[in-house]
C-alpha cells in the first residue's frame, strides 16, 4: 500500500509502476503582498468580501480573514487557494486580491459614513470611526494609507477624501506577488490520477496488488477536515481490502 501523503517519494513509486501523476501543486496557503500599509494590523481576523483575479480568472469568498505580517490568511484565503491553486501556480502566485472590508455595497458605506459625518463634526477622524465591526487598528492603517492629517476631524473632510474612504473600505486591491512559506500550505493537489484506481478497494486498475490511500492520490479538499476524512475513509477501504 502506497500512503506517503503529499512526500514525493510515493509518486515516484507510484509512477514507476506505470501510473499517471497529475501534477503536484500546493494547495491551502496564505497569500503574500509587498503592500506593507496593514503590517500594523497583523493578527487582526473579521469577516470580509473578496475577489482574487488571477491572470483574467475570477474567484469569490466571503469569511474570516487573517492579516499577516506578510499579507492574509484565515479560512477565506485558505479556501479560495485551493479553488485557484492551479491558476496561481502558473502565474507564478501572482494575482489581485480585491476586499470588502465591511460587506456592504458603496452607498450603504457612503451613507454610514455622511451620517457619521454629520453627528461627530468635532471628533477626529483618525481615533472615530463610523463603523463598529471594523476593528480600530485597521481603521487608523486606511486612514494613513491615504494620507488623512491625523488632526483632521470629521466636519473638515474633504468630499475626496470620504470618496477614498469609501474606495478603500470596501473595494481596495491589494497585489498578491507570492504565497506563504514553502511547507507552511497544508496539502498537495494533484497525486495519482484517480482513474486508475478502483475506489471499492482503493486497488490500482493499473498495477493489481497495489492499493493507494490519501494524500498521494489526487484529491484535496477546502479546510474543514476534508482532507482527513478523505485520508481517514481511503486508509480504512483500501486497509480492509489489502487484507483479503
Ligand atoms: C499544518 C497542516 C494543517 C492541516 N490541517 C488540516 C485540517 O484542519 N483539516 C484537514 O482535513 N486536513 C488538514 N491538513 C491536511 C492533512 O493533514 C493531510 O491531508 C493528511 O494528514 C494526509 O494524510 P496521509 O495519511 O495521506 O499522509 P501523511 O499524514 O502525510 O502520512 C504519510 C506518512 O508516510 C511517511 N512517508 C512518506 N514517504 C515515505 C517513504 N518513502 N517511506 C516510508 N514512509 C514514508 C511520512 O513520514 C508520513 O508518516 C493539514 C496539513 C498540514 C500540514
Not at 473578496?50 to 480568472?57: Q, R
Given at each position: 500500500m502506497i500512503c506517503?501523503?503529499?512526500?514525493?517519494?510515493?509518486?515516484?513509486?507510484?509512477?514507476?509502476?506505470?501510473?499517471?501523476?497529475i501534477q503536484p501543486v500546493p494547495s491551502l496557503f496564505s497569500f503574500s503582498t509587498s503592500e506593507n500599509s496593514l503590517r500594523s494590523c497583523s493578527g487582526i481576523t473579521l469577516d470580509v468580501q473578496?475577489?482574487?483575479?488571477?491572470?483574467?480568472?475570477k474567484y469569490a469568498g466571503e469569511g474570516p480573514i487573517l492579516i499577516t505580517h506578510k499579507g492574509f490568511s484565515g479560512p477565506v484565503i485558505l479556501r479560495l487557494s485551493a479553488f485557484s491553486a492551479r491558476t496561481l501556480y502558473t502565474n507564478n502566485y501572482r494575482g489581485e486580491l480585491r476586499i470588502n472590508w465591511l460587506c456592504m455595497n458603496e452607498d450603504e458605506a457612503r451613507f454610514k459614513l455622511d451620517v457619521y459625518k454629520l453627528g461627530n463634526g468635532k471628533k477626529l477622524v483618525f481615533n472615530n470611526k463610523p463603523f463598529d465591526s471594523l476593528p480600530r487598528s485597521l481603521w487608523k492603517a486606511i486612514v494613513l494609507s491615504l494620507n488623512i492629517d491625523t488632526q483632521k476631524k470629521w466636519?473638515?473632510?474633504s468630499k475626496f477624501e470620504k470618496d477614498s474612504l469609501v474606495k478603500c473600505l470596501i473595494m481596495k486591491?491589494?497585489?498578491?506577488?507570492?504565497?506563504?512559506?514553502?511547507?507552511?500550505?497544508?496539502?498537495?493537489?494533484?497525486?495519482?490520477?484517480?482513474k486508475e484506481i478502483d475506489f471499492k478497494t482503493m486497488e490500482s486498475k493499473i498495477c493489481k496488488g497495489v492499493f493507494f490511500a490519501g494524500e498521494v492520490l489526487d484529491i484535496d479538499g477546502v479546510t474543514g477536515g476534508f482532507n482527513f476524512q478523505h485520508c481517514w475513509t481511503s486508509g480504512w477501504v483500501a486497509g480492509q481490502s489489502v487484507v483479503l
Open positions: 506517503t501523503g503529499g512526500h514525493p517519494s510515493g509518486r515516484r513509486l507510484a509512477k514507476s509502476l506505470g501510473h499517471s501523476i473578496i475577489k482574487l483575479t488571477v491572470n483574467k480568472k466636519a473638515d473632510i486591491t491589494y497585489l498578491i506577488n507570492s504565497r506563504g512559506p514553502f511547507g507552511e500550505e497544508f496539502v498537495t493537489a494533484g497525486g495519482v490520477s484517480l
